[in-house]
Nanobody, 124 residues
Framework: DVQLVESGGGSVQAGESVRLSCVTSGGTEDGFYVAWIRQVPGKGREGVASIYTGTDRTYYADSVKGRFAIWQDNAKATVYLEINYLRPEDTASYYC??????????????????WGQGTQVTVS
């Protein structure tokens, strides 16, 4: 199983940027998908971005295209999510998760079996 540890959240002002990190371990060398999924209390999970570690191919939710960026540093086994021009509605717990393609798609939380503990981003 893949283990994931997030960091980088915090309280930020609207309009600023934040970079989240997800250190992975235990993944296979041929690659796997890592997604950033956010959740607001009382609401469902929303997949915002995903990357295939084998090819660097990325996928974004339409709602975040142009503001969110996902990439990886293979040497550090770390996947990053940068959120630019933060909005109050970006306030959420952000989780990174690892998995294989499924019938639900790469931005659906049901695709992912391994999850980190999450990191909170609060925008005011």
């Amino acid at each position: 199983d893949v283990q994931l540890v997030e960091s980088g959240g915090g309280s930020v002002q609207a309009g600023e940027s934040v970079r989240l990190s997800c250190v992975t371990s235990g993944g296979t060398e041929d690659g796997f998908y890592v997604a950033w999924i956010r959740q607001v209390p009382g609401k469902g999970r929303e997949g915002v971005a995903s990357i295939y570690t084998g090819t660097d191919r990325t996928y974004y939710a339409d709602s975040v295209k142009g503001r969110f960026a996902i990439w990886q540093d293979n040497a550090k086994a770390t996947v990053y999510l940068e959120i630019n021009y933060l909005r109050p509605e970006d306030t959420a717990s952000y989780y990174c998760a690892a998995g294989r393609p499924s019938k639900w798609g790469l931005l659906d939380s049901r695709t992912y079996q391994s999850w980190g503990q999450g990191t909170q981003v609060t925008v005011s």
